[in-house]
């Protein structure tokens, strides 16, 4: 059972950076592919990002491709994602997953454990 714990949200304005972390507990960490999702209020969860298990390939989404970068700590058991000239359309709640499989890591249904999430609001 692995247990992650997101930080790092807060209120920001726009064009500012941001880091979120996600502590990984009660698992080999090492052994898990990792993405982060998000939600904003009324709207589906939608996948941002993802990195392989050895931190070797990261995916991400158009909408924050060059903005957003997913990154990760194996000695730390710990992932990141740093975002870059955040936008008022990127509030929402942030989560890391953590996912046993390397395939379709754009889907949610892929990843085993999740945390309980981050709040991102951006100002404008």
Request: charged share 15%; hydrophobic share 35%.
């Amino acid at each position: 059972q692995v247990q992650l714990v997101e930080s790092g949200g807060g209120l920001v304005q726009a064009g500012d950076s941001l880091r979120l972390s996600c502590a990984a507990s009660g698992g080999t960490f090492s052994s898990y592919n990792m993405g982060w999702f998000r939600q904003a209020p009324g709207k589906e969860r939608e996948w941002l990002a993802a990195i392989t298990w050895s931190g070797g390939s990261t995916y991400y989404t158009d909408s924050v491709k060059g903005r957003f970068t997913i990154s990760r700590d194996n000695a730390k058991a710990t992932v990141y994602l740093q975002m870059n000239s955040v936008k008022p359309e990127d509030t929402a709640v942030y989560y890391c997953a953590a996912a046993a499989v390397l395939r379709r890591l754009q889907l949610a249904r892929t990843y085993q454990y999740w945390g309980q999430g981050t709040q991102v609001t951006v100002s404008s």
